[in-house]
């Protein structure tokens, strides 16, 4: 994204999330293809798809939310990784890139290209089975870690080893929810939000509390899986979903320009 970069992460061949899933989870570790995300990869300002094998280690990226093949491709991680890929603009400059997330360790490159990490820190615990975030939580046009466990948000303001420096409770205990990042109302700072069953809950501000927008957008997981990113270039985040299931051959992404009801205004394929 142009102002906060943020990952939203699908993972092929789960049936089921909440706003907590484990990295450990059967769905994630028994993966059979790979994430799809959404980043700006080429700093237009306008998020566009990727996707992450977990069996190479190799990104798959597309600078325009239109049917094609990838135009940037490369390696970042193990075959077989076990890692948990986040994407994010980890040092400002209007691109985002990819990181790696393995139990408590984050390994962060500054560009969409083979080598290893520019930035490593430790953020959660050795066996750390929280789910990862990224976002710009401090609107300074970076973007940092955060962790849910269950309904709990910890979230932190550099790419450096410590606590969280914002913690807030957002969702019942339990949520069934599938949790979301973004800047939805054009300000500058990512917030959280949660999906349940087609209905996006996203909420303005880091703090506990209710939603300040409410909207039904696809279907329930595992139908859709929902994504986030700024389509259109105007500096606010809004919903998309990505559907596994309809045509076996093709993965299809259906992106919204609003944060309101209603059908998709751009849709293609990408792989």
């Given at each position: 994204m142009a102002i906060g970069a943020t990952a939203a992460v699908l993972l092929f061949g789960t049936a089921q999330?909440?706003?907590?899933p484990d990295r450990k989870d059967v769905g994630i570790q028994?993966?059979?293809?790979?994430?799809?995300?959404?980043?700006?990869?080429?700093g237009d300002g306008i998020d566009t798809p990727g996707l992450f094998d977990f069996s190479t280690g190799v990104w798959l990226l597309r600078?325009?939310?239109?049917?094609?093949?990838p135009q940037i491709v490369f390696q970042y991680g193990d075959e077989g990784e076990f890692g948990f890929p986040?994407?994010?603009?980890?040092?400002?400059?209007?691109?985002?890139?990819v990181g790696l997330v393995r139990?408590?360790?984050?390994?962060?490159?500054?560009?969409?290209?083979t080598g290893g990490a520019n930035v490593s820190f430790t953020y959660g615990d050795p066996n750390e089975s929280g789910f990862p975030v990224v976002g710009d939580w401090d609107n300074n046009n970076t973007d940092t870690?955060?962790?849910?466990?269950?309904?709990?948000?910890?979230?932190?303001?550099?790419?450096?080893?410590?606590?969280?420096?914002?913690?807030?409770?957002?969702?019942?205990?339990?949520?069934?929810?599938?949790?979301?990042?973004?800047?939805?109302?054009?300000?500058?700072?990512?917030?959280?939000?949660?999906?349940?069953?087609?209905?996006?809950?996203?909420?303005?501000?880091?703090?506990?509390?209710g939603?300040?927008?409410g909207l039904s957008?696809?279907?329930?997981?595992?139908?859709?899986?929902?994504?986030?990113?700024?389509?259109?270039?105007?500096?606010?985040?809004?919903?998309?979903?990505?559907?596994?299931?309809?045509?076996?051959?093709?993965?299809?992404?259906?992106?919204?320009?609003?944060?309101t009801t209603g059908n998709a205004d751009v849709t293609f394929t990408y792989f």
């Amino acid at each position: 994204m142009a102002i906060g970069a943020t990952a939203a992460v699908l993972l092929f061949g789960t049936a089921q999330a909440t706003a907590a899933p484990d990295r450990k989870d059967v769905g994630i570790q028994s993966f059979s293809n790979g994430v799809a995300l959404s980043g700006d990869w080429n700093g237009d300002g306008i998020d566009t798809p990727g996707l992450f094998d977990f069996s190479t280690g190799v990104w798959l990226l597309r600078n325009s939310n239109d049917s094609g093949d990838p135009q940037i491709v490369f390696q970042y991680g193990d075959e077989g990784e076990f890692g948990f890929p986040v994407v994010g603009d980890w040092n400002g400059d209007g691109i985002d890139t990819v990181g790696l997330v393995r139990g408590g360790d984050w390994f962060l490159r500054n560009s969409n290209t083979t080598g290893g990490a520019n930035v490593s820190f430790t953020y959660g615990d050795p066996n750390e089975s929280g789910f990862p975030v990224v976002g710009d939580w401090d609107n300074n046009n970076t973007d940092t870690p955060g962790l849910i466990r269950d309904n709990q948000w910890l979230l932190r303001n550099s790419n450096t080893t410590g606590g969280a420096n914002v913690s807030f409770t957002y969702g019942d205990q339990g949520e069934i929810g599938f949790p979301v990042v973004g800047d939805w109302n054009g300000d500058g700072s990512d917030t959280p939000g949660l999906v349940r069953n087609g209905t996006w809950l996203l909420r303005n501000s880091n703090s506990a509390g209710g939603a300040d927008i409410g909207l039904s957008y696809g279907d329930p997981i595992p139908v859709h899986w929902p994504v986030t990113g700024d389509w259109d270039g105007n500096n606010t985040d809004t919903p998309g979903v990505v559907d596994f299931n309809t045509d076996p051959e093709h993965i299809l992404w259906f992106l919204r320009n609003s944060n309101t009801t209603g059908n998709a205004d751009v849709t293609f394929t990408y792989f």
